[in-house]
Antibody, heavy 115, light 108 residues
């Protein structure tokens, strides 16, 4: 059973860079695509982007200029960096397995953008 | 990008009743790559249906998905207490994948 766990700061200042890591257990990261999805408080879901274990990526055009997703196969982890954050980036950030629909999700981590 | 519009926004029903949720796409969903998720407060979404009508392993058969092209439906034949939640549709046939705004199924 694949399990995913997000980690990273829960508070980020405006204009700074949000950084999160997803650790995959119960399976190898070198077998699938891996995605980041976010959900502002009380709102719907937004796909951020995905990465293949080889390093190829695809990002949501609405965030593309600010997003970088990377993978570390030696640690079975993948990461999200979102630059120049504003209050609008406050959300629960989920990592998930896949590039289409998502069967396996992390529990989510709330990131608040505030000074 | 494809915009998904879910209706109604809120559905007030009693346990044992049938729920019918709609998801309409702004353009045809490629290969009917349409999924449905259930989300409860404080939890990650749970994949119920993929490919418009295929149930994920372990999902009760009271949940069924149908539709094609631009119009899709999630039906719950007899609501159980644990079914009261928010439901999202998602299309993954075109990039970027997009989600509907959700339908809340609440206890009447």
């Amino acid at each position: 059973q694949v399990q995913l766990q997000e980690s990273g700061p829960g508070l980020v200042k405006p204009s700074e860079t949000l950084s999160l890591t997803c650790t995959v257990s119960g399976g190898s990261i070198s077998s699938s695509y891996w995605s980041w999805i976010r959900q502002p408080p009380g709102k719907g879901l937004e796909w951020i982007g995905y990465i293949y274990y080889s390093g190829s990526t695809n990002y949501n055009p609405s965030l593309k200029s600010r997003v970088t997703i990377s993978v570390d196969t030696s640690k079975n982890q993948f990461s999200l960096k979102l630059s120049s954050v504003t209050a609008a980036d406050t959300a629960v950030y989920y990592c998930a397995r896949g590039s289409g629909c998502y069967l396996y999700w992390g529990q989510g981590t709330l990131v608040t953008v505030s000074s | 990008e494809i915009v998904l519009t879910q209706s109604p926004g809120t559905l007030s029903l009693s346990p044992g009743e049938r729920a019918t949720l709609s998801c309409r796409a702004s353009q045809s969903v490629s290969s009917n790559y349409l999924a449905w998720y259930q989300q409860k407060p404080g939890q990650a979404p749970r994949l119920l249906i993929y490919g418009a009508s295929s149930r994920t392993t372990g999902i009760p058969d009271r949940f069924s998905g149908s539709g094609s092209g631009t119009d899709f439906t999630l039906s719950i034949s007899r609501l159980e207490p644990e079914d009261f939640a928010v439901y999202y549709c998602q299309q993954y046939g075109s990039s970027p994948g997009t989600f509907g705004q959700g339908t809340k199924v609440e206890i009447k």
